[in-house]
């Protein structure tokens, strides 16, 4: 079994921190007593107020590439699509429903950063609610994973010159078909009747192994209904995936797994990058118009609220996703693929391995052959030399894997109608073979499929869904509503391994799944998750829209238990934890300075020589020994837009003076300085060199 480092690619800072540790993040973010001289500190105005940049305000949610110009807004009501166009000055360029949830493409003016644009939605959310606003996003960039020709070895036998010939058999030469079973399979199932979409490059449906299998399809970036039978591939990819699906069993060229599947083509890729925008609308047409399974031979390291919607509709029509995880060769996170309630698929090589380039992780279902994987090539793909057709093509990647998976999906929807998704997913994970090391594992999942095995089994007990509400325990609106908390992680846990993956809306106000959450709290949604006991991990950035200190995150852990059919409703409560201390070496009387107000409201510093609000100081430490330690400590309850900023009030001090910083908040610890702070002077935290961030703060809450 490989031996190999087990790395997350996180999508957001929060689980990164919660998940590798924070003293790397905390040695970036700050200084420590113990890393050099003193920074001498910069004084500060204790009347100012602090400027809210919108631009660096939406940065750190600016997760990934994307489309420049471009975001893509999710909202359940039109008055809440009008505020944001309204806000950022866009333009509608496309847009799409799916159930309740309308997904709009909006382009941005010329002088509007796509960070500029989210920044602004989220300092209106911060200044009053938006209702029926779900998301905005950038339009997120995701990428082919491109395969490439593969050399013939020996244990392969040679297919020239009669790869070239329309009329060869070359069912001896397709090694995957024969390892998993699949003439022993075929006596029960070949996927008569079911349409599988297959969101890739498109297909050519004038390839001799593909006549008559493709129906009609849609071109989402052209808005244009794709004619039965027509040649729509942009590049090749689908349509190698589309013979390992469904190529004619007629004694010629190469046969699919399910050779009686009917191929719907929706192109993304036209060529390259593809804008999420596009993939999710296509996805959704798919599913709009008869597709039972989806191939998605594509992905990329990046959580996207929108192509999560489209995953969660897809199940909840009853269709089955089915995506490649990945060719990194190491556990890098990749979407769509660790969505809940995906088919997460690996690669295997001929000697029933998993290949080196098989991306690891925790959320793979199942593995499949992937290396040296013959199948079709577009009509216009032509021989070396000769310029004849090539038609026939070695290519190997986990995308080359996934239409295994897919096929065999869509045999198991023709023998089982009425089956859930995730009894298709279980059913070919319990049948699979096992591998690599014994039971579930990171670099098979449960094993190498078995399609002979597959059919013949019974349907297994049906999956769960569970919704994680991650409201904060520690404030409240003027209402009295606990405040929900946006855009956190959350992470479901088995034997140390991330296995599903979710993450709450912008406002964290209401679900834009399927069905649309019910708590009003923000909800990360589990679609079609395995029965069992999972530990549960939250991290994410505190109070965002509030415009609160992010650098140590919101932490929260819990269990989550689901049995077979179980809808589980879970509140984890996030305790928004502070508490400030400063020490000092060398001088008189410094005090440690809590702004505690309301964005809005008047400025207001608090002291132990003035007493606190909503905290308690340790006490006034004036000693004459030179050296003190002043810590200040929230109390438990605060409201809405409370925030907190921090200063070191040298105004009583006659000498310069040493200060460190240490702050505790949700019991993580960063420590700053030692700052030179000059006697007589005000020292804003939120304005020295070595502060994490550029939102204007520290505002801890």
Request: hydrophobic residues 45%; negative net charge; proline residues 7%.
């Amino acid at each position: 079994m490989k031996r190999k480092h087990l790395l997350i690619a996180v999508s957001g800072l929060g689980l990164a921190l919660l998940l590798t540790g924070c003293g790397g993040l905390l040695s970036q973010d700050g200084g420590c007593p113990a890393c050099g001289p003193a920074i001498p500190a910069v004084p500060g105005d204790p009347s100012a107020r602090p400027a809210l940049d919108p631009e660096a305000i939406g940065q750190p949610l600016v997760r990934g590439e994307h489309i420049p110009g471009e975001i893509v807004v999710g909202y359940t009501d039109e008055a809440a699509f009008a505020a944001v166009l309204s806000l950022v000055g866009g333009t509608v360029r496309d847009r799409f429903t799916m159930g309740e949830l309308t997904a709009a493409l909006v382009a941005l003016p010329p002088d509007v950063s796509v960070a500029r644009a989210m920044g602004t939605v989220l300092l209106q959310l911060r200044r009053e609610r938006i209702p029926g606003l779900a998301f905005v996003e950038p339009n997120y960039l995701y990428e082919l994973i491109d395969p490439a020709p593969t050399e013939q070895d020996a244990y392969l036998k040679s297919v020239e010159p009669a790869v070239y010939d329309p009329d060869a058999d070359l069912r001896p030469y397709q090694w995957g078909l024969d390892v998993i079973g699949a003439e022993a399979a075929w006596a029960h199932a070949t996927g008569a009747g079911i349409i599988v979409a297959v969101v890739d490059t498109g297909v050519d449906g004038t390839h001799p192994d593909l006549q008559g299998k493709v129906v009609e399809g849609y071109d989402p970036a052209a808005d244009a209904v794709i004619p039965a039978g027509s040649d729509s591939d942009f590049d090749g990819h689908g349509t190698h995936v589309a013979g390992i699906i469904a190529a004619n069993d007629d004694g010629k060229g190469i046969v699919g797994l399910a050779p009686d599947v009917l191929i719907m083509p929706i192109p993304i890729f036209q060529p390259g990058y593809v804008g999420a925008f596009d993939a999710a609308e296509g996805t959704i047409w798919a599913v709009d118009h008869g597709a039972q399974v989806l191939n998605h031979s594509w992905g990329g390291p990046v959580y996207s609220q929108l192509i999560k919607a489209a995953m969660d509709y897809t199940l909840a029509n009853g269709a089955i996703p089915v995506c490649a995880a990945g060719n990194d060769g190491e556990a890098w996170i990749h979407f769509p693929s660790a969505y809940p309630g995906t088919i997460a698929v690996g690669a295997t090589t001929p000697q029933d391995t998993v290949t080196d380039f098989s991306t690891l992780g925790g959320w793979l279902s199942v593995a499949a052959p992937g290396e040296r994987i013959l199948s079709c090539v577009p009509t216009w793909y032509v021989q070396d030399g000769t310029g004849d057709p090539l038609l026939y093509a070695y290519w190997g990647g986990t995308s080359m894997a996934t239409p295994f998976v897919t096929a065999l999906a869509a045999m198991l929807r023709e023998l089982h109608p009425g089956a859930t998704p995730y009894q298709i997913q279980k059913l070919i994970e319990d049948t699979a073979t096992d591998i690599e090391g014994p039971g579930f594992d990171i670099y098979s999942g449960h094993g190498r499929i078995d399609a002979a095995a597959a059919v013949a089994a019974p349907l297994p007990a049906d999956g769960a869904i569970a919704y994680i509400y991650t409201p904060t325990a520690s404030s409240m609106d003027t209402r009295g509503f606990w405040l929900p908390i946006p855009y956190v992680d959350v992470v479901l846990l088995q034997g140390g391994e991330v296995r599903y993956w979710a993450q709450t809306d912008i406002s964290g106000a209401a679900n834009f799944g399927f069905p649309i959450g019910s708590l009003g709290a923000g909800v990360a949604a589990f679609f079609g998750i395995e029965p069992g006991t999972y530990e549960v991990l939250v991290g994410g950035d505190d109070q965002v829209m509030w415009w609160a200190r992010t650098a140590n995150r919101v932490t929260a852990s819990d269990t989550l238990t689901v049995g077979a059919g179980d809808f589980v409703e879970q509140v984890i409560p996030i305790n928004t934890e502070l508490q400030v201390q400063i020490d000092w070496t060398g001088a008189g009387d410094v005090d440690l300075a809590i702004w505690e107000g309301y964005y809005f409201g008047a400025i207001s510093w608090s002291t132990p020589k003035t007493g606190a609000t909503w905290g308690t100081f340790s006490g006034d430490d004036d000693g004459a020994d030179g050296d003190g330690s002043e810590t200040y400590t929230l109390n438990f309850l605060h409201w809405d837009n409370d925030l907190y900023r921090i200063a070191i009030d040298a105004t009583n001090s006659t000498v310069d003076t040493q200060v460190t910083v240490t702050i505790i908040q949700n019991g993580v610890t960063e420590t700053y300085g030692p700052y030179l702070v000059p006697a007589g002077s005000f020292g804003d935290l939120g304005v020295q060199v070595d502060w994490w961030d550029l939102l204007g703060g520290p505002w801890v809450f």
